[in-house]
């Protein structure tokens, strides 16, 4: 019989770092994965670092994460770029939100200044003129995820995980059978993004589509990636559809363009209209954005909960059975921070931080 | 049989007359015809397609980026980079 401490479902940037900081933590571990490693959203995601701090449990999430995130900041594969985040306001009314948010983020440990009208234009001369301020997080940065997860995965190996590349077909009693029939044993974590509801239909989660489009090189267009204090509106919100302004400056000189979100989309193909809705707005803050050549345009799907926080504990009403799922856009910010409060919990440690507003049991009756 | 008329303009630096309704291609390959721009890599490209749908052919003109060279028609005067 097959006997691991921590059998690892899935294998996207959350169940590679679950699976790393368990091999490292010497725990026996297996990951399970049918598909590509970080093949899924991870593969479509954008790779920003970035913390929110509009809600509480994530910015304590975000932070102790991206302290997580600085151990890699040298790793030729993380692509690991330190840009910044520099949000910029549409109105008065997210202009005078800036000194509240400034104030969250450094006191959470981060780092953040406000910008006038002059110091924006200063820093990023590209954007449309009649911004009138912004904030600035100099110390965020942009990875390429994929090629990370695929990293973390390896190096998991190294120290003794098992990657099985087959699909898990049921949970069992103490542990999980695969698709060829053959049962591994031991506890499992199921981090499988999108796909959770077929093995814990329990946890209620919806897909969230989104577009993203990426540029020629240009390189110095873009120096920051930059993102409308609305941002936040649009990705919290529950509306059908919505798009907000999100670029990154990639590495090679390329500018990555989004954003999207939209429910109750099965289809994967790009939508022309939504995608001219992104690009409508992304040109509003920056019209320099239209004379780019844009050669590539693809669609993903954000693991969503109902209240926007992922997924991270046990799940009730079954021993030895754990989950971190739900990120949504978050993923790859927090996916280190999710590990270690993950292994935090599995082993028995005073958790890095407070575990209860990720409790899988605050979404069962 | 109809005279075209011709166009001046100026690839890499050098003066180059080709007839009016010539593609930009047209007009580097007159002046460098087994030279046209380098990949991010360092290898040599030239058109391929002709037609806009390989990207091999990319230069600078009047200093807009990553221009079709095979897809804009020469303008009097047009200053074309290769190598932008």
């Known amino acids: ?365 | 049989m109809t005279a075209h008329a011709s166009v001046r303009l100026q690839v890499d630096g050098q003066p180059v007359e080709v007839p009016e309704g010539a593609s930009v291609a047209a007009a580097v390959a007159r002046v460098a015809p087994t030279r046209f721009r380098d990949s991010v890599h360092g290898a040599p490209r030239a058109p391929l397609c002709g037609m806009g749908v390989c990207f091999e052919c990319r230069v600078r003109i009047d200093g807009r980026v990553q221009l079709r060279a095979c897809m804009v028609p020469v303008r009097e005067g047009m200053q074309v980079d290769t190598h932008g």
């Open chain 1, 1 to 365: 019989m097959n006997g691991y401490d921590l059998i690892v479902v899935g294998a996207g940037i959350v169940g590679a770092c679950c699976a790393d900081e368990a091999a490292a933590a010497g725990l026996r571990v297996a990951i399970v994965e049918p598909a590509t490693v970080g093949g899924g959203a991870t593969a479509c995601a954008m790779g920003h670092l970035v913390a929110m701090d509009d809600d509480p449990a994530e910015l304590a999430l975000a932070r102790l994460s991206l302290q997580a995130w600085e151990a890699f900041s040298e790793l030729p594969e993380a692509e690991f770029s330190r840009c910044g985040t520099l949000w910029v306001a549409a109105s008065a009314d997210e202009a005078a939100g800036i000194a509240a948010r400034v104030a969250r983020i450094n006191a959470s440990g981060g780092e953040a200044h406000a910008l006038d009208a002059q110091q924006l234009r200063e820093v990023e001369p590209a954007l449309a003129p009649d911004l009138c301020a912004g904030m600035l997080a100099p110390r965020e940065a942009v990875v390429y995820p994929p090629r990370m997860a695929q990293h973390l995965v390896r190096r998991a190996c190294a120290r003794g995980a098992a990657l099985h590349r087959r699909a898990v077909q049921r949970l069992g009693r103490g542990g999980a059978v695969l698709d060829d029939g053959s049962v591994l044993r031991g506890p499992v974590l199921v981090a499988t993004g999108c796909a959770l509801p077929r093995l814990l239909p329990q946890l209620p989660l919806r897909p969230r589509k989104g577009h993203l489009v990426i540029t020629d090189r240009y390189p110095g267009q873009l120096r920051h990636q930059v993102l409308e204090l609305g941002y936040a509106d649009s990705a919290h919100g529950s509306d059908g559809s919505s798009v907000a302004f999100n670029v990154q400056p990639r590495p090679t000189g390329q500018v990555l363009v989004g954003s999207s979100r939209e429910f109750d989309v099965d289809d994967a193909a790009v939508s022309p209209p939504m995608l001219a809705r992104m690009l409508q707005r992304a040109f509003r803050f920056m019209p320099a954005l239209r004379e780019l050549q844009a050669i590539r345009a693809w669609t993903g799907f954000r693991p969503a909960t109902p209240d926007g926080r992922p997924y991270l504990g046990a799940v009730p009403g079954h021993a030895d059975l754990w989950v971190a799922a739900g990120h949504e856009g978050l993923g790859v910010t927090t996916a280190p921070g999710s590990a270690r409060l993950l292994l935090d919990l599995i082993l028995g440690r005073t958790p890095a931080i407070d575990p209860a507003p990720y409790a899988p049991s605050r979404v069962l009756p």
